[in-house]
Protein backbone atom coordinates (compact mmCIF):
# COMPACT_ATOMS: atom_id res chain seq x y z
CA UNK A 1 0.00 0.00 0.00
CA UNK A 2 2.48 2.60 -1.13
CA UNK A 3 2.72 5.19 -3.69
CA UNK A 4 1.27 4.51 -6.95
CA UNK A 5 2.16 6.80 -8.94
CA UNK A 6 2.84 5.92 -13.21
CA UNK A 7 6.54 5.40 -13.21
CA UNK A 8 8.87 4.20 -16.30
CA UNK A 9 8.93 0.68 -17.14
CA UNK A 10 11.29 -1.85 -17.91
CA UNK A 11 11.46 -4.22 -20.64
CA UNK A 12 9.48 -7.27 -20.23
CA UNK A 13 12.39 -9.55 -20.61
CA UNK A 14 13.70 -7.97 -18.08
CA UNK A 15 11.12 -8.55 -15.42
CA UNK A 16 11.60 -11.62 -13.01
CA UNK A 17 9.92 -15.04 -13.87
CA UNK A 18 10.31 -17.11 -11.08
CA UNK A 19 8.28 -15.21 -8.42
CA UNK A 20 4.90 -16.02 -10.86
CA UNK A 21 5.71 -19.64 -10.34
CA UNK A 22 5.84 -19.62 -6.79
CA UNK A 23 2.94 -17.03 -6.27
CA UNK A 24 0.80 -19.67 -8.41
CA UNK A 25 1.84 -22.80 -6.45
CA UNK A 26 1.00 -20.75 -3.24
CA UNK A 27 -2.12 -19.71 -4.73
CA UNK A 28 -3.27 -23.07 -5.57
CA UNK A 29 -1.87 -24.65 -1.92
CA UNK A 30 -4.04 -21.91 -0.80
CA UNK A 31 -7.13 -22.84 -2.59
CA UNK A 32 -7.34 -26.68 -2.14
CA UNK A 33 -6.12 -25.71 1.85
CA UNK A 34 -8.92 -23.30 2.53
CA UNK A 35 -11.39 -25.31 1.90
CA UNK A 36 -10.03 -28.45 3.47
CA UNK A 37 -10.57 -29.22 7.43
CA UNK A 38 -7.94 -27.67 9.54
CA UNK A 39 -6.59 -28.10 12.82
CA UNK A 40 -8.97 -27.26 15.57
CA UNK A 41 -8.79 -23.33 16.62
CA UNK A 42 -7.18 -22.53 12.92
CA UNK A 43 -8.16 -21.26 10.03
CA UNK A 44 -6.86 -20.48 6.34
CA UNK A 45 -8.68 -17.77 4.16
CA UNK A 46 -7.59 -17.08 0.28
CA UNK A 47 -8.81 -13.73 -0.75
CA UNK A 48 -8.55 -10.93 -3.23
CA UNK A 49 -10.12 -7.88 -4.92
CA UNK A 50 -9.79 -7.48 -8.81
CA UNK A 51 -10.90 -3.85 -10.20
CA UNK A 52 -10.55 -2.21 -13.42
CA UNK A 53 -12.22 0.10 -15.48
CA UNK A 54 -11.88 2.05 -19.02
CA UNK A 55 -11.94 5.63 -19.70
CA UNK A 56 -10.51 9.07 -20.44
CA UNK A 57 -7.50 10.19 -18.11
CA UNK A 58 -5.38 13.17 -17.98
CA UNK A 59 -2.50 13.69 -15.94
CA UNK A 60 -0.54 11.25 -14.18
CA UNK A 61 -1.92 10.32 -10.20
CA UNK A 62 0.56 12.42 -9.04
CA UNK A 63 -0.70 15.65 -10.43
CA UNK A 64 -2.05 16.74 -13.86
CA UNK A 65 0.91 19.23 -15.74
CA UNK A 66 0.45 22.09 -18.36
CA UNK A 67 2.02 19.47 -21.20
CA UNK A 68 -0.10 16.43 -20.58
CA UNK A 69 -2.76 15.17 -23.24
CA UNK A 70 -5.91 13.01 -22.34
CA UNK A 71 -5.48 9.45 -23.28
CA UNK A 72 -8.34 6.52 -23.47
CA UNK A 73 -6.96 3.66 -21.66
CA UNK A 74 -7.92 0.85 -19.35
CA UNK A 75 -7.03 1.42 -16.09
CA UNK A 76 -6.66 -1.54 -13.34
CA UNK A 77 -7.41 -0.76 -9.79
CA UNK A 78 -9.22 3.18 -9.58
CA UNK A 79 -11.46 2.32 -6.70
CA UNK A 80 -9.27 -0.04 -5.33
CA UNK A 81 -5.85 -1.57 -6.18
CA UNK A 82 -6.10 -5.07 -7.28
CA UNK A 83 -4.59 -7.82 -4.89
CA UNK A 84 -4.87 -11.11 -3.65
CA UNK A 85 -3.52 -12.94 -0.40
CA UNK A 86 -3.54 -15.67 1.80
CA UNK A 87 -4.14 -15.07 5.83
CA UNK A 88 -4.64 -17.61 8.42
CA UNK A 89 -4.72 -17.76 12.56
CA UNK A 90 -4.39 -20.05 14.96
CA UNK A 91 -6.40 -20.64 18.51
CA UNK A 92 -3.51 -20.34 21.01
CA UNK A 93 -5.49 -21.04 24.26
CA UNK A 94 -6.53 -18.37 26.81
CA UNK A 95 -7.82 -15.78 24.43
CA UNK A 96 -4.43 -15.48 22.47
CA UNK A 97 -4.06 -16.27 18.89
CA UNK A 98 -1.68 -15.68 16.02
CA UNK A 99 -1.74 -14.76 12.87
CA UNK A 100 0.01 -13.81 9.65
CA UNK A 101 -1.25 -12.35 5.96
CA UNK A 102 0.56 -11.99 3.03
CA UNK A 103 -0.93 -10.19 -0.30
CA UNK A 104 0.50 -9.21 -3.68
CA UNK A 105 -0.66 -6.33 -5.57
CA UNK A 106 -1.52 -7.50 -9.23
CA UNK A 107 -2.16 -5.50 -12.73
CA UNK A 108 -4.99 -7.54 -14.12
CA UNK A 109 -4.96 -4.83 -16.64
CA UNK A 110 -1.70 -6.39 -17.87
CA UNK A 111 -1.17 -9.30 -15.70
CA UNK A 112 1.89 -8.18 -13.91
CA UNK A 113 2.31 -8.45 -10.70
CA UNK A 114 3.04 -5.57 -8.34
CA UNK A 115 1.63 -1.81 -8.99
CA UNK A 116 5.33 -0.55 -10.54
CA UNK A 117 8.54 -1.37 -12.53
CA UNK A 118 11.41 -0.32 -11.35
CA UNK A 119 12.19 3.29 -11.23
CA UNK A 120 15.40 4.49 -12.54
CA UNK A 121 18.04 7.30 -11.68
CA UNK A 122 17.97 9.44 -9.42
CA UNK A 123 15.50 7.27 -7.21
CA UNK A 124 16.63 4.12 -8.22
CA UNK A 125 14.10 1.68 -6.20
CA UNK A 126 13.47 -1.75 -7.00
CA UNK A 127 10.05 -2.93 -8.14
CA UNK A 128 7.35 -3.98 -6.09
CA UNK A 129 8.61 -7.31 -4.68
CA UNK A 130 5.93 -10.15 -4.60
CA UNK A 131 4.23 -9.35 -0.57
CA UNK A 132 4.60 -5.54 -0.93
CA UNK A 133 0.64 -5.43 0.48
CA UNK A 134 1.15 -7.01 3.49
CA UNK A 135 3.54 -9.64 4.85
CA UNK A 136 3.36 -9.68 8.58
CA UNK A 137 3.16 -12.25 11.26
CA UNK A 138 1.41 -11.37 14.79
CA UNK A 139 -0.01 -12.17 18.09
CA UNK A 140 -3.51 -10.85 19.32
CA UNK A 141 -5.50 -11.03 22.48
CA UNK A 142 -8.89 -9.46 23.53
CA UNK A 143 -8.07 -7.94 26.32
CA UNK A 144 -4.30 -7.11 25.61
CA UNK A 145 -4.47 -5.95 22.06
CA UNK A 146 -2.46 -6.93 18.73
CA UNK A 147 1.01 -7.14 18.21
CA UNK A 148 2.62 -7.39 14.78
CA UNK A 149 6.09 -7.28 12.78
CA UNK A 150 6.68 -6.91 8.79
CA UNK A 151 5.27 -5.11 6.33
CA UNK A 152 2.13 -3.46 6.51
CA UNK A 153 0.23 -0.09 5.97
CA UNK A 154 1.36 2.98 7.70
CA UNK A 155 -0.94 4.64 10.31
CA UNK A 156 -1.77 7.62 8.55
CA UNK A 157 -2.94 5.46 5.38
CA UNK A 158 -5.49 3.47 7.70
CA UNK A 159 -6.76 6.92 8.84
CA UNK A 160 -7.02 8.00 5.79
CA UNK A 161 -9.17 5.00 3.82
CA UNK A 162 -10.95 4.31 6.73
CA UNK A 163 -12.54 7.71 6.69
CA UNK A 164 -13.08 9.28 3.41
CA UNK A 165 -15.94 8.47 0.77
CA UNK A 166 -14.13 7.65 -1.46
CA UNK A 167 -12.03 4.51 0.71
CA UNK A 168 -8.30 3.27 -0.29
CA UNK A 169 -8.81 4.50 -3.72
CA UNK A 170 -5.55 6.28 -4.94
CA UNK A 171 -6.71 7.03 -8.46
CA UNK A 172 -9.87 8.94 -7.75
CA UNK A 173 -9.75 9.84 -3.91
CA UNK A 174 -9.46 13.25 -3.66
CA UNK A 175 -8.08 12.71 0.18
CA UNK A 176 -5.63 10.15 -0.78
CA UNK A 177 -4.64 11.47 -3.93
CA UNK A 178 -3.34 15.01 -2.12
CA UNK A 179 -1.70 13.30 1.04
CA UNK A 180 0.08 10.60 -0.06
CA UNK A 181 0.67 10.71 -3.99
CA UNK A 182 2.92 12.80 -5.61
CA UNK A 183 2.71 14.81 -2.43
CA UNK A 184 5.84 15.94 -0.11
CA UNK A 185 5.33 12.97 2.08
CA UNK A 186 7.77 10.40 2.83
CA UNK A 187 7.11 6.82 4.00
CA UNK A 188 4.61 5.26 1.31
CA UNK A 189 1.47 4.11 2.49
CA UNK A 190 3.51 0.88 3.82
CA UNK A 191 5.92 1.12 6.08
CA UNK A 192 8.74 -2.10 5.57
CA UNK A 193 10.69 -4.02 8.64
CA UNK A 194 8.02 -2.64 10.89
CA UNK A 195 6.54 -3.39 14.29
CA UNK A 196 2.84 -1.93 15.22
CA UNK A 197 0.74 -2.75 18.12
CA UNK A 198 -2.76 -2.12 18.80
CA UNK A 199 -4.42 -1.93 21.66
CA UNK A 200 -8.44 -3.30 22.69
CA UNK A 201 -11.22 -0.61 21.73
CA UNK A 202 -12.37 0.72 25.35
CA UNK A 203 -16.04 2.21 25.06
CA UNK A 204 -15.21 3.03 21.08
CA UNK A 205 -11.52 4.50 22.32
CA UNK A 206 -8.74 2.70 20.65
CA UNK A 207 -5.10 3.52 20.20
CA UNK A 208 -1.91 2.26 18.12
CA UNK A 209 1.82 2.94 17.59
CA UNK A 210 4.00 1.85 14.84
CA UNK A 211 7.97 1.71 14.09
CA UNK A 212 9.84 1.18 11.21
CA UNK A 213 13.42 0.61 11.82
CA UNK A 214 16.02 2.25 9.64
CA UNK A 215 18.32 -1.34 9.20
CA UNK A 216 21.48 1.43 8.53
CA UNK A 217 19.77 4.24 6.47
CA UNK A 218 19.70 6.39 9.10
CA UNK A 219 16.77 7.26 11.64
CA UNK A 220 13.40 5.59 11.56
CA UNK A 221 10.02 5.55 11.29
CA UNK A 222 7.39 6.13 14.30
CA UNK A 223 3.38 6.96 14.12
CA UNK A 224 1.01 7.14 16.58
CA UNK A 225 -3.17 7.15 15.87
CA UNK A 226 -6.07 7.74 18.45
CA UNK A 227 -9.22 6.65 17.23
CA UNK A 228 -13.17 6.85 18.74
CA UNK A 229 -15.98 5.24 16.93
CA UNK A 230 -19.68 5.34 18.64
CA UNK A 231 -23.05 5.13 17.04
CA UNK A 232 -22.73 7.55 14.17
CA UNK A 233 -19.96 9.71 15.21
CA UNK A 234 -15.98 8.74 14.35
CA UNK A 235 -13.14 10.33 15.08
CA UNK A 236 -8.92 9.80 14.59
CA UNK A 237 -5.95 11.37 14.91
CA UNK A 238 -2.82 10.40 12.98
CA UNK A 239 0.75 11.47 13.65
CA UNK A 240 3.91 10.01 11.86
CA UNK A 241 7.41 11.16 11.71
CA UNK A 242 9.63 9.71 8.72
CA UNK A 243 13.73 9.82 9.03
CA UNK A 244 15.10 7.56 6.81
CA UNK A 245 16.53 7.36 3.26
CA UNK A 246 14.01 5.13 1.61
CA UNK A 247 15.18 2.20 -0.83
CA UNK A 248 11.82 0.18 -1.75
CA UNK A 249 8.21 1.86 -2.67
CA UNK A 250 7.05 0.05 1.02
CA UNK A 251 9.37 3.12 2.39
CA UNK A 252 8.37 5.80 -0.13
CA UNK A 253 10.96 7.19 -3.04
CA UNK A 254 12.43 10.34 -1.31
CA UNK A 255 14.80 10.73 0.55
CA UNK A 256 13.71 13.60 2.49
CA UNK A 257 12.72 13.53 6.62
CA UNK A 258 9.35 14.63 6.72
CA UNK A 259 6.33 15.03 9.71
CA UNK A 260 2.66 14.92 8.87
CA UNK A 261 -0.83 14.79 10.95
CA UNK A 262 -4.04 14.48 10.30
CA UNK A 263 -7.38 14.83 11.81
CA UNK A 264 -10.36 13.10 10.69
CA UNK A 265 -13.81 13.32 11.47
CA UNK A 266 -17.63 11.42 9.98
CA UNK A 267 -21.29 11.31 11.08
CA UNK A 268 -23.77 9.33 9.55
CA UNK A 269 -27.05 11.05 9.20
CA UNK A 270 -28.60 7.74 7.63
CA UNK A 271 -29.60 9.46 4.25
CA UNK A 272 -25.73 10.98 3.95
CA UNK A 273 -22.06 9.99 5.62
CA UNK A 274 -20.71 13.13 5.82
CA UNK A 275 -16.53 12.99 6.21
CA UNK A 276 -14.00 15.91 7.05
CA UNK A 277 -10.30 16.12 7.15
CA UNK A 278 -7.78 18.87 8.19
CA UNK A 279 -4.21 18.08 8.11
CA UNK A 280 -0.46 19.12 7.31
CA UNK A 281 3.09 18.04 5.89
CA UNK A 282 6.39 19.58 7.28
CA UNK A 283 8.61 18.79 4.39
CA UNK A 284 12.52 18.97 6.14
CA UNK A 285 15.02 18.02 3.61
CA UNK A 286 17.92 16.17 4.30
CA UNK A 287 21.11 16.36 6.44
CA UNK A 288 23.16 17.64 3.20
CA UNK A 289 19.95 20.18 2.06
CA UNK A 290 17.76 20.88 4.94
CA UNK A 291 14.16 22.56 4.30
CA UNK A 292 11.37 23.60 6.11
CA UNK A 293 8.40 23.99 4.15
CA UNK A 294 4.92 23.00 5.18
CA UNK A 295 1.80 21.87 3.49
CA UNK A 296 -1.42 22.64 4.71
CA UNK A 297 -4.70 19.97 3.73
CA UNK A 298 -8.12 19.53 4.19
CA UNK A 299 -10.93 17.18 2.76
CA UNK A 300 -14.81 17.45 2.71
CA UNK A 301 -16.59 13.99 1.04
CA UNK A 302 -19.88 12.45 1.19
CA UNK A 303 -21.88 9.24 0.43
CA UNK A 304 -25.34 9.20 -0.10
CA UNK A 305 -27.25 5.96 -0.29
CA UNK A 306 -29.36 5.83 -3.79
CA UNK A 307 -31.11 2.72 -5.16
CA UNK A 308 -28.54 -0.16 -4.86
CA UNK A 309 -26.05 2.02 -4.38
CA UNK A 310 -23.94 5.21 -3.25
CA UNK A 311 -23.75 8.80 -4.97
CA UNK A 312 -19.88 9.68 -4.01
CA UNK A 313 -18.45 13.72 -3.77
CA UNK A 314 -15.19 14.31 -2.91
CA UNK A 315 -12.88 17.53 -2.88
CA UNK A 316 -9.73 17.80 -1.10
CA UNK A 317 -6.77 20.71 -1.38
CA UNK A 318 -3.21 20.96 -0.33
CA UNK A 319 -1.22 23.71 -1.03
CA UNK A 320 2.03 25.61 0.28
CA UNK A 321 2.80 29.14 0.76
CA UNK A 322 6.87 28.50 1.33
CA UNK A 323 9.49 28.79 -1.29
CA UNK A 324 9.68 25.51 -2.94
CA UNK A 325 12.28 24.17 -5.23
CA UNK A 326 11.40 23.93 -9.27
CA UNK A 327 10.91 21.15 -11.17
CA UNK A 328 10.80 20.43 -15.09
CA UNK A 329 7.56 20.77 -16.69
CA UNK A 330 6.94 17.80 -17.72
CA UNK A 331 7.02 16.55 -13.61
CA UNK A 332 3.48 16.00 -11.94
CA UNK A 333 2.16 18.97 -11.04
CA UNK A 334 1.31 20.26 -7.95
CA UNK A 335 4.50 21.38 -5.90
CA UNK A 336 2.58 24.52 -4.83
CA UNK A 337 -1.07 23.96 -5.05
CA UNK A 338 -3.08 20.77 -5.93
CA UNK A 339 -6.95 20.72 -5.59
CA UNK A 340 -9.16 17.77 -6.89
CA UNK A 341 -13.00 17.30 -7.12
CA UNK A 342 -14.79 13.15 -8.17
CA UNK A 343 -17.83 13.14 -8.22
CA UNK A 344 -19.37 9.43 -8.88
CA UNK A 345 -22.18 6.92 -8.51
CA UNK A 346 -20.91 3.00 -6.94
CA UNK A 347 -24.15 0.83 -7.88
CA UNK A 348 -23.99 -2.55 -6.01
CA UNK A 349 -24.74 -5.61 -8.48
CA UNK A 350 -24.38 -8.10 -5.39
CA UNK A 351 -22.65 -8.39 -2.16
CA UNK A 352 -19.27 -8.96 -3.50
CA UNK A 353 -19.37 -7.31 -6.85
CA UNK A 354 -20.28 -3.57 -7.86
CA UNK A 355 -19.82 -1.22 -11.31
CA UNK A 356 -18.77 2.16 -10.43
CA UNK A 357 -18.54 5.73 -12.71
CA UNK A 358 -16.54 8.57 -11.52
CA UNK A 359 -15.30 11.97 -12.80
CA UNK A 360 -12.73 13.50 -11.45
CA UNK A 361 -11.21 17.06 -12.25
CA UNK A 362 -7.51 17.93 -11.42
CA UNK A 363 -6.12 21.48 -10.61
CA UNK A 364 -2.67 22.22 -9.99
CA UNK A 365 -0.17 25.00 -9.51
CA UNK A 366 3.63 24.36 -9.90
CA UNK A 367 6.76 25.82 -9.85
CA UNK A 368 9.29 24.84 -12.63
CA UNK A 369 12.16 25.40 -14.24
CA UNK A 370 12.49 28.28 -16.52
CA UNK A 371 14.45 31.62 -16.83
CA UNK A 372 12.77 32.72 -14.41
CA UNK A 373 11.12 29.88 -12.65
CA UNK A 374 7.58 30.46 -12.95
CA UNK A 375 4.21 28.93 -11.47
CA UNK A 376 2.53 27.15 -14.39
CA UNK A 377 -1.70 25.93 -13.80
CA UNK A 378 -2.97 23.20 -15.07
CA UNK A 379 -6.34 21.88 -15.41
CA UNK A 380 -7.52 17.80 -16.83
CA UNK A 381 -10.41 16.32 -16.07
CA UNK A 382 -10.84 11.89 -16.20
CA UNK A 383 -13.66 9.74 -16.37
CA UNK A 384 -13.72 5.75 -15.52
CA UNK A 385 -16.31 3.09 -16.11
CA UNK A 386 -15.36 0.17 -14.54
CA UNK A 387 -15.80 -3.15 -12.05
CA UNK A 388 -14.73 -4.28 -9.03
CA UNK A 389 -15.02 -7.84 -7.43
CA UNK A 390 -14.25 -9.02 -4.21
CA UNK A 391 -13.64 -13.37 -3.85
Known amino acids: MQNHADTAGVPASMRPRRRNTVLLALAAAAISGAHAQGAAGSSLQFYGLMDAGVGRFKGAPGGVNAQDEAQSKLNSGNLSTSHWGLRGSEDLGGGLSAAFELSSFVRNDTGQLGRNDAIGAPVNVAADPAFSRFAWVGLAHPAWGRVRLGNMSSLLFVNSITSNAFGDSTALSPLNLTTFIGSPLTGGTGWANSVTYETPVWSGVSAAAAYGFSEGQGGGNSALRLAYAQGPLAASLALQSVKRNPLTFADGTSPNDTRAWQLAASYDFSSVKLFAHLGGIQNRGTAAQPLDIGYRLWELSAAVPLGAGRLLAGYASRRTGDAVLAV ?45 AQAVEARGTSVALGIRHRF
Open 328 to 372: PATAAGGNLQRKLLSLGYDHLLSKRTDAYLVLMRDQTRTQTLGAP
